[in-house]
C-alpha cells in the first residue's frame, strides 16, 4: 500500500517485501541481539513458565503473536499518537490483544486455556512486548515493525525452550511429559531397577526458579565466548 | 499536540477497544458457559475415573452430560449435614458459598451409583499459594475408605503447585486411604518429606510446600460438614 506512493526522494533505500535488512530484524534477535541475553528483558518470566517444556512452548508462541501484532499496529496509528500519553496507547493495544487470545482460546479450547490462562496474561506484563513498541514500532513502518516483533518474540521464545528442555529434564527426568529417567515404572529408565542408573538423583534445584537464573546466566556466558563483539553492549 | 486532541484521542480510543473487546466476550460466552459445565462435571467425575468402566479423556461433551444425567444422584447438605429440599447440588457454586457466613452455607454431595455400589463425591475448596484450590473427594459406601481424588485450582505454578492436578501420580497416592483412625476422625494429610503413617498421609510436593499445606488444610476442613450427613446414612 504505502510503496505506491513513496515519493521519488526517499526511494533512495529501495523498499523490498523481504530484503537483507528484512531478514536481519527477524535474525538478529534470535542471537546477536537476543531479548533475554542480550537486552536482558523479560527475565522474569524465563525463569516462570521454564519447568516444563509445554508451558513455556505456549508462552513462547503466544509473546511472539502478541509482539508481532501489537508492534504492526502501533506501528500503523504512529503519527497519531500524542506523545504525551504513548505509553498508556501501547499498554492498551497490548492488553487488548492479549485479552482477545485468552477469550478466542477459553471458547475454541478450553482445556488448554485452563492450564494455560496464567501466561497468557502474564504477556501483557513482558518487558519485551512494550520495549520493542517504544524501541521500534514508534518510528518504523507497519511491515519492518511486524518483523521485529516476530523475530523478537522468537528470540525470546528460543531461550525459553532451551532453558525449559534443560530443567524439566534434569529435574523432572521428562521431556514434553514424556518420562525418561526416574523411580518408578512409568518412566523409560526406571532408577529401581535398572543396574546402570540405579545412582541417579533427579537435580531438585533444577525444579526451583534460581536454576533457571543460573541457566541465563551460562547461556550469556557461552554466547559472549563465541561472539567477542558482545562483551562491551551492557 | 493540544490537550484537547489527547482527550478525545483518549476518549476514541478508551471507546473503541471497550466496544469491540464487550463484543468479543459476549459474542464467545455461550460457548464459555457450556464448557464450563462439560469441564465441572469432567472434573467431578476425574476423581473415580478408574471406576466410571470408560475413558473419561476419550469422551466428548455429550456423553459427559449424559452419564453425569443417568448415574449421579445429586443431594444438597446444608452446615449442620441436613439435605435440603428443592435444590440441586450442579446448581451450587463453591466460590459463592465460600463467602456467605458458615452456618448458612450449602454443600453439593454426588452419588454415584457404579455397578460396584455407591461412591459419594464430595466438594472441597482451599486456599493454595498463588489462589483458591478445589478438589472432589470420592468416598467408598463405608464413609472411610477414600476410591479416588481429582484437584483443580485457579493459578498455581505449572510444573510446581499445579502439579495435584498435571501429576496423575499426586492424587493417586490418596486412593484406599482412611479418614478416620481408631473411630477418630483425622482425613489424609500431606506430609513434607515422606509420609510415615501409610493409612493417613501422603507425600507432599517437593517446590510447592504452601500448595502442599494447603492441600493438607483444605484435607481437615472441607471434610468436616458432610461427616453429620454420613453418620446419619450409616445408622440406617
Given at each position: 500500500?504505502?510503496?505506491?506512493?513513496?515519493?521519488p526522494?526517499?526511494?533512495?533505500?529501495?523498499?523490498?517485501?523481504?530484503g537483507k535488512?528484512?531478514?536481519?530484524?527477524?535474525?538478529?534477535?534470535?542471537?546477536?541481539d537476543?531479548?533475554?541475553?542480550?537486552?536482558v528483558?523479560?527475565?522474569?518470566?524465563?525463569?516462570?513458565?521454564?519447568?516444563?517444556v509445554?508451558?513455556?512452548?505456549i508462552?513462547?508462541?503466544?509473546?511472539?503473536?502478541?509482539?508481532?501484532f501489537?508492534?504492526?499496529?502501533?506501528?500503523?496509528?504512529?503519527k497519531?499518537?500524542?506523545?504525551?500519553?504513548?505509553?498508556?496507547v501501547?499498554?492498551?493495544?497490548i492488553?487488548?490483544?492479549?485479552?482477545?487470545?485468552?477469550?478466542?482460546?477459553?471458547a475454541?479450547?478450553?482445556?488448554?486455556?485452563?492450564?494455560?490462562?496464567?501466561?497468557?496474561?502474564?504477556?501483557?506484563?513482558?518487558?519485551?512486548?512494550?520495549?520493542?513498541?517504544?524501541?521500534?514500532?514508534?518510528?518504523?513502518?507497519p511491515?519492518?515493525?511486524f518483523l521485529?516483533?516476530?523475530?523478537?518474540?522468537?528470540?525470546?521464545?528460543?531461550?525459553?525452550?532451551?532453558?525449559?528442555v534443560?530443567?524439566?529434564?534434569?529435574?523432572?527426568?521428562?521431556?514434553?511429559g514424556f518420562?525418561?529417567?526416574g523411580?518408578?515404572?512409568?518412566?523409560?529408565?526406571?532408577?529401581?531397577?535398572?543396574?546402570?542408573?540405579g545412582?541417579?538423583?533427579?537435580?531438585?534445584?533444577m525444579?526451583?526458579?534460581?536454576?533457571?537464573?543460573?541457566?541465563v546466566?551460562?547461556?550469556?556466558?557461552?554466547?559472549?565466548?563465541?561472539?567477542r563483539?558482545?562483551?562491551?553492549v551492557? | 499536540?493540544?490537550?484537547r486532541?489527547?482527550?478525545?484521542?483518549?476518549?476514541?480510543?478508551?471507546?473503541?477497544?471497550?466496544?469491540?473487546l464487550?463484543?468479543?466476550?459476549?459474542?464467545?460466552?455461550?460457548?464459555h458457559?457450556?464448557?464450563?459445565?462439560?469441564?465441572?462435571?469432567?472434573?467431578?467425575?476425574?476423581?473415580i475415573?478408574?471406576?466410571?468402566?470408560?475413558?473419561?479423556?476419550?469422551?466428548?461433551?455429550k456423553?459427559?452430560?449424559?452419564?453425569?444425567?443417568?448415574?449421579?444422584?445429586?443431594?444438597?447438605?446444608?452446615a449442620?449435614?441436613?439435605?435440603?429440599?428443592?435444590?440441586q447440588?450442579e446448581k451450587?457454586?463453591?466460590?459463592a458459598?465460600?463467602?456467605?457466613p458458615?452456618?448458612?452455607r450449602h454443600y453439593?454431595?454426588?452419588?454415584?451409583?457404579?455397578d460396584?455400589?455407591?461412591?459419594?463425591?464430595?466438594?472441597?475448596?482451599?486456599m493454595?499459594?498463588?489462589?483458591?484450590?478445589?478438589?472432589?473427594?470420592?468416598?467408598?459406601?463405608?464413609?472411610?475408605?477414600?476410591?479416588?481424588i481429582?484437584?483443580?485450582?485457579?493459578?498455581?505454578?505449572?510444573g510446581?503447585?499445579?502439579?495435584?492436578k498435571?501429576?496423575?501420580?499426586?492424587?493417586?497416592?490418596?486412593?484406599?486411604?482412611?479418614?478416620?483412625?481408631?473411630?477418630?476422625?483425622?482425613?489424609?494429610?500431606?506430609i513434607?518429606?515422606?509420609?510415615?503413617?501409610?493409612?493417613?498421609?501422603?507425600?507432599a510436593?517437593s517446590?510447592?510446600?504452601?500448595?502442599?499445606?494447603?492441600?493438607?488444610?483444605?484435607?481437615?476442613?472441607?471434610?468436616?460438614?458432610?461427616?453429620?450427613y454420613?453418620?446419619?446414612?450409616?445408622?440406617?
Amino acid at each position: 500500500m504505502a510503496e505506491t506512493t513513496v515519493s521519488p526522494a526517499t526511494q533512495t533505500e529501495k523498499e523490498e517485501w523481504f530484503g537483507k535488512k528484512e531478514r536481519k530484524l527477524l535474525v538478529d534477535p534470535i542471537d546477536n541481539d537476543n531479548p533475554v541475553t542480550v537486552q536482558v528483558l523479560g527475565v522474569c518470566s524465563a525463569l516462570a513458565v521454564t519447568t516444563m517444556v509445554e508451558p513455556a512452548l505456549i508462552m513462547a508462541i503466544s509473546v511472539t503473536l502478541v509482539t508481532g501484532f501489537s508492534n504492526l499496529i502501533i506501528s500503523l496509528m504512529r503519527k497519531g499518537i500524542p506523545k504525551q500519553i504513548r505509553m498508556i496507547v501501547q499498554l492498551v493495544v497490548i492488553a487488548f490483544l492479549v485479552t482477545v487470545v485468552e477469550q478466542v482460546l477459553k471458547a475454541y479450547n478450553y482445556e488448554v486455556w485452563n492450564k494455560l490462562s496464567v501466561f497468557i496474561g502474564l504477556s501483557i506484563t513482558n518487558c519485551i512486548v512494550m520495549g520493542r513498541l517504544e524501541a521500534y514500532a514508534m518510528a518504523n513502518k507497519p511491515w519492518r515493525s511486524f518483523l521485529d516483533g516476530i523475530g523478537n518474540g522468537a528470540g525470546y521464545g528460543l531461550i525459553l525452550i532451551i532453558i525449559a528442555v534443560i530443567r524439566e529434564i534434569t529435574g523432572k527426568g521428562a521431556l514434553m511429559g514424556f518420562k525418561i529417567i526416574g523411580p518408578s515404572a512409568d518412566y523409560l529408565i526406571n532408577t529401581q531397577t535398572s543396574a546402570l542408573f540405579g545412582w541417579y538423583q533427579p537435580n531438585g534445584l533444577m525444579v526451583l526458579p534460581a536454576s533457571a537464573l543460573f541457566l541465563v546466566g551460562i547461556l550469556i556466558w557461552i554466547q559472549r565466548s563465541r561472539n567477542r563483539k558482545l562483551v562491551d553492549v551492557s | 499536540m493540544s490537550n484537547r486532541y489527547i482527550i478525545i484521542y483518549t476518549l476514541i480510543m478508551t471507546l473503541v477497544v471497550s466496544v469491540v473487546l464487550a463484543f468479543v466476550v459476549k459474542g464467545l460466552e455461550p460457548m464459555h458457559v457450556a464448557n464450563e459445565e462439560v469441564f465441572k462435571k469432567k472434573e467431578i467425575l476425574g476423581a473415580i475415573k478408574e471406576q466410571l468402566g470408560a475413558d473419561l479423556t476419550k469422551m466428548g461433551d455429550k456423553e459427559v452430560l449424559e452419564l453425569f444425567k443417568n448415574k449421579v444422584e445429586q443431594v444438597v447438605l446444608d452446615a449442620n449435614g441436613k439435605p435440603v429440599e428443592g435444590e440441586q447440588a450442579e446448581k451450587i457454586s463453591m466460590a459463592a458459598e465460600e463467602k456467605k457466613p458458615e452456618a448458612d452455607r450449602h454443600y453439593p454431595l454426588y452419588i454415584f451409583k457404579g455397578d460396584k455400589g455407591s461412591l459419594y463425591l464430595l466438594s472441597l475448596r482451599g486456599m493454595g499459594l498463588w489462589d483458591k484450590i478445589w478438589a472432589t473427594v470420592a468416598l467408598q459406601d463405608d464413609f472411610n475408605t477414600v476410591a479416588g481424588i481429582s484437584f483443580g485450582h485457579v493459578a498455581e505454578t505449572p510444573g510446581l503447585g499445579a502439579e495435584i492436578k498435571d501429576n496423575p501420580n499426586f492424587p493417586k497416592q490418596f486412593q484406599g486411604k482412611t479418614i478416620y483412625k481408631d473411630g477418630q476422625f483425622v482425613s489424609v494429610g500431606v506430609i513434607k518429606g515422606g509420609a510415615k503413617d501409610k493409612n493417613h498421609e501422603v507425600d507432599a510436593i517437593s517446590g510447592a510446600t504452601i500448595t502442599s499445606s494447603g492441600v493438607h488444610s483444605m484435607m481437615q476442613a472441607g471434610l468436616t460438614p458432610y461427616l453429620p450427613y454420613f453418620e446419619t446414612l450409616k445408622k440406617k
